[in-house]
C-alpha cells in the first residue's frame, strides 16, 4: 500500500517487521508466548468464548460477517489480527492490512487469507499504538476481542484517529464487565459500555452500540468526525 511510511518496515517470508532507528528489526512480546499461537483456536472454541466470555462463537462470526456483508473495495486495518478469522467473514474484494504483536499467529493469519482468496492483504508485526502507516490511509478498522489488551486505549484511539479518513467508521467487539459472569478473569483491563462511550467522544468519534447480545461481548461502531 501507497500509505506504508517509508524506511519503516523490512518485509521476511509475508511478513512486515517494524525498524528501529539502528536499523534492527523491533521486537514485540505476545502476552501468551510464541507457542500459544499453534493453539489459539482452539483455545478461542474450546475455552475463551465458551468459558471466559459466556459467548457462542458461531455466533459471533454470525455477527461479524453480517456486519461487514456490505463492505467492499475499501481500503480496512485490522487492529489485532490474532490468527486471521477476518478472512472467513470478510468480502475478499476489500484491501487489507492486519496487525499484531505475535509473528506466530500473523503467520496463521496469512495461511487463512490466501486460503480465503484475498488478492491484496498485508500483515505488519506493530503494536496498535505505533502504526507503521501515513495519515488517513484507510476508510474502515476493526478490531475483534483485542481492545482489553492493548497497553494504553488512549495512545491506541489517537493512533486509530490519525491514520483513519474522516467519517470513517471503526468495528470493535471486546467484553465489558458490566456483561461478565462474576466469576470469570477476562485478562487485559475491561471498560464499561459507557467508558468507551466517554473515551472515544474525547477523541471525535459518535459512538454507538450494537443490539447484539453475546455473553460478556459488546458490539459498537464509533465513526470519525474530525
Known amino acids: 500500500m501507497k500509505s506504508i511510511k517509508e524506511n519503516f518496515t523490512v518485509k521476511k517470508q509475508e511478513i512486515n517487521y517494524l525498524i528501529d532507528r539502528s536499523g534492527k528489526i523491533k521486537k514485540f ?18 475455552s475463551v468464548f465458551p468459558k471466559l466470555l459466556n459467548a457462542n462463537i458461531n455466533k459471533h462470526f454470525e455477527i461479524l460477517k453480517n456486519e461487514f456483508i456490505d463492505i467492499h473495495s475499501l481500503n480496512i486495518i485490522e487492529l489485532g489480527t490474532g490468527s486471521g478469522a477476518l478472512a472467513e467473514v470478510l468480502p475478499n474484494d476489500n484491501r487489507y492490512v492486519g496487525i499484531d504483536i505475535s509473528k506466530g499467529l500473523l503467520k ?32 474502515y478498522a476493526i478490531c475483534n476481542l483485542s481492545l482489553n489488551f492493548f497497553d494504553d486505549i488512549n495512545l491506541f484511539i489517537n493512533e486509530l484517529k490519525r491514520v483513519l479518513k ?19 478473569k477476562i485478562s487485559g483491563t475491561l471498560y464499561s459500555e459507557n ?31 474530525k
Do not use: H
Not at 512480546?29 to 474450546?46: A, I, N, Q, R, V
Not at 496469512?110 to 505488519?124: M, P
Not at 474522516?166 to 470469570?184: A, D, G, H, Q
Not at 468507551?196 to 470519525?224: P, R
Open 29 to 46: 512480546k505476545p502476552w501468551l508466548g510464541y507457542l500459544f499461537s499453534f493453539s489459539y483456536d482452539k483455545l478461542m472454541e474450546k
Open 108 to 139: 496463521k493469519a496469512n495461511y487463512k487469507f490466501k486460503k480465503n482468496n484475498f488478492d491484496n492483504f498485508e500483515l505488519y508485526n506493530s503494536s496498535a499504538d505505533e502504526l507503521p502507516f501515513e495519515d488517513n490511509s484507510f476508510d
Open 166 to 184: 474522516t467519517n470513517s467508521i471503526f468495528f470493535c467487539s471486546v467484553p465489558i464487565p458490566e456483561r461478565k459472569l462474576e466469576k470469570s
Open 195 to 225: 467508558e468507551l462511550n466517554q473515551i472515544f467522544k474525547k477523541y471525535d468519534f459518535d459512538f454507538e452500540s450494537k443490539s447484539y447480545e453475546n455473553g460478556a461481548i459488546l458490539y459498537f461502531t464509533a465513526i470519525l468526525k
